[in-house]
């Protein structure tokens, strides 16, 4: 997601977000913003100059300060001002316009299901529904029963759901129990479980190894020097993004070590001891623990070095 202020501001490090890496291959920008005017500039403006297949508006944001500017989640109960921001977007793209929306901004008033058929009369190509309100936050379990109940009133438009897919089992039941869908959108599990989309490919649970995990964050590391040079400007902003990223990923449980798999997203992980050192490391939810796995990567932190994970987005129950 990029916020079209900071993007007709010029600000580099919302241009980095928009920025396609040449493995990804079908690569769409989220738009957040509170008027159609800064939308449809900024969407015409990443259509004409850079490489993008399609641009969807945020619909979903709970941020406050987001919310409360009409934005995100906001522009859900603004029904003139969305109108004339999906069909002002719609009409100047030459790609695709999709949007991703929740049930609501209350958990009492769902409102998803009134939206879905004016969206897709305004101009959308799909709509991702994340089948909780606002005010739930990460709170209890993604209603799927309504997500299905939004794609019936959408229809014919394509509708994908979201909210709590952690494994092939998990995709597997919710496609089959919603043939109404057109698919399925991935949020916390494409961070905890990067490799989730080959266990779906492959219709399969895959016990990766530590060391296979390890090779990830390898990638990662390359990948992330290669964008942001390795300077220690570099290694820093990549060491940054990556304690990020080691905030969920420690969050996974090793299938081995399971006693019911798969594991569920609201699951807390039970202490437990790998099946190697690494594996160990791995689930540590310390971040002296992930400092650690960022040294073995980019060697030593620089002096009075602190982290504290942005993102707390749980639902343990
Ligand atoms: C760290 C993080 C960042 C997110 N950023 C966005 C975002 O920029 N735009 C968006 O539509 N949703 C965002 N989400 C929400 C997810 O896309 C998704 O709707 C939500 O996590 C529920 O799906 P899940 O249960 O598969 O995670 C974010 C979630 C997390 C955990």
Redesign the pocket.
Known sequence: ?AMCTSLLQGAPQEWALVKRHHTEDIFGV?LCANNPYLLTKCGQLLDQEIDVDFIDL?L??PIDLIYKSGGGCGLLRRNKVLESCIKNLSQILTIPLTV?MRTGVYSDERIAHKLAPNVRDWGVSLLTI?GRSREQRYTKM?DWKYIKEVAKAAAPLPVFG????LSYDDYKIALENSPELAGI?????A?IKPWIFTEIKEQKIWDISSSERFDILKKYTNYGLEHWGSDNRGVENTRRFMLEWLSFLYRYIPVGVLEHPPQK?NERPPSYKGRDYLETLMASSSASDWIKISEMLLGPVPENFQFLPK?K?NSYK
């Open positions: 997601m989220q945020n979903g944001c991703k994340h993604a979201n909210g709590d897919i959108m991935i949020g916390r599990g961070l997203v993102h987005a």
